[in-house]
């Protein structure tokens, strides 16, 4: 798939992954135009683009808006925009249903009837739900989800592959590992560095001693993994991981954190957690994705797990 020279849309460009990838998309030289409802984006992260003569924004809710009209001229759509929080899942079933799959199958729909022919989505690591096989590759099955975010991600998966097959279209879907980086609004570092601004001697942890162990990437090795696939891509609908070789557990990144914001003396508290010690219903415990798919289309990540964590606790703090 060619991203050279071609109009695209980003969905959720306001958003800490879709800004960078537009980012990256202008800077390559491509027209973009963002669509945004900024229910959790913000305008700031889009300072840049605002002033490219290349860059459309279209303030508007997927939910709703007239989807034909703002496809017009569309030829690859990078849809981004999603509610990607896992915990929200246990407590209201309906918005994962309505802001990733409805809002995925309305794009599609109108996708279809306008012209687009590629489609970009980031998918994630939860689809693959708590799987034994570690790194887990792409072709791990099956994919049994145990938050209703995984399942929301894993419909859209169908959805697209679906799509692509029924009207000639063509998909790149990247199942994320947990991305980390500048304009990144809520994760764990947000959480931990709140909590120790507010009290520099204790450390309230989510789950128990040492916590989940995953991977993590720098979002600027995702992004520069979502250009490499698609530019890379062979099968109608391919499927990437996006993450790093290696993972680390809560407390490691608890550690860097409490380094890196230099408190001598913080005592760290275990709430226990829920379920075997998971921070929250639906959180997968071990979690490292299998890269060799991607690393055979040239890419790389720069960082390890640490690397990507402690260079975003550097941004934030910035
Ligand atoms: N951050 C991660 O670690 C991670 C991991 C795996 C997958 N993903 C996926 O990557 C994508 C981006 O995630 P993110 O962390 O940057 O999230 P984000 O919340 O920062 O960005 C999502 C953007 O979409 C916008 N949006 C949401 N619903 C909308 C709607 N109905 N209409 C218009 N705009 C809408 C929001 O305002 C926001 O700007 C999501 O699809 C998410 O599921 C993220």
């Not at 798919?293 to 390890?304: H, M, N, T, V, Y």
Request: glycine share 10%; proline share 3%.
């Amino acid at each position: 798939m060619k991203l050279k020279g071609r109009r695209i849309m980003v969905t959720g460009c306001a958003g800490f992954i879709a800004s960078h990838l537009a980012d990256e998309l202008l800077a390559r030289g491509n027209e973009v135009v963002g669509v945004d409802n900024l229910s959790a984006g913000k305008r700031e992260f889009m300072s840049g683009m605002l002033s490219n003569e290349r860059f459309t924004f279209v303030e508007g809710d997927l939910l709703t808006m007239d989807l034909a009209r703002a496809l017009d001229g569309i030829e690859v759509v990078c849809h981004l925009a999603a509610n990607p929080d896992v915990r929200l899942g246990a407590k209201n079933t309906h918005i994962h249903f309505e802001q990733n799959i409805e809002v995925t199958y309305r794009l599609l729909e109108a996708g279809k009837d306008s012209g687009v022919k590629d489609i970009l989505f980031p998918s994630t690591s939860t689809v693959y739900g708590e799987t034994e096989v570690m790194p887990t590759p792409e072709d791990y099955g099956p994919l049994l989800p145990i938050s209703v975010y995984g399942a929301s991600k894993l419909a859209c998966e169908a959805l697209i592959s679906s799509y692509c097959h029924t009207f000639d279209q063509n998909a790149v879907i990247y199942r994320f590992a947990n991305v980390v980086g500048t304009r990144s609004t809520h994760n764990v570092l947000h959480d931990f560095i709140r909590k120790l601004r507010e009290d520099p001697h204790h450390l309230e942890i989510l789950g128990a001693e040492p916590g989940t162990i995953k991977s993590y990437v720098h979002v600027k090795d995702c992004v520069s993994g979502m250009v490499a696939g698609a530019e890379g891509a062979r099968e109608q609908v391919e499927i990437y991981n996006i993450g790093s070789r290696d993972w680390m557990t809560v407390k490691d990144i608890a550690d860097i954190v409490v380094e890196e914001m230099r408190l001598p003396d913080v005592e760290y508290r275990w709430t226990g957690g829920v379920k075997g010690g998971r921070g929250w219903v639906g959180d997968v415990k071990k979690m490292l994705l299998a890269v060799d798919k991607l690393e055979a289309r040239g890419w790389e990540p720069k960082l390890g797990s640490r690397e990507a964590i402690r260079r975003a606790v550097q941004e934030i703090l910035a």
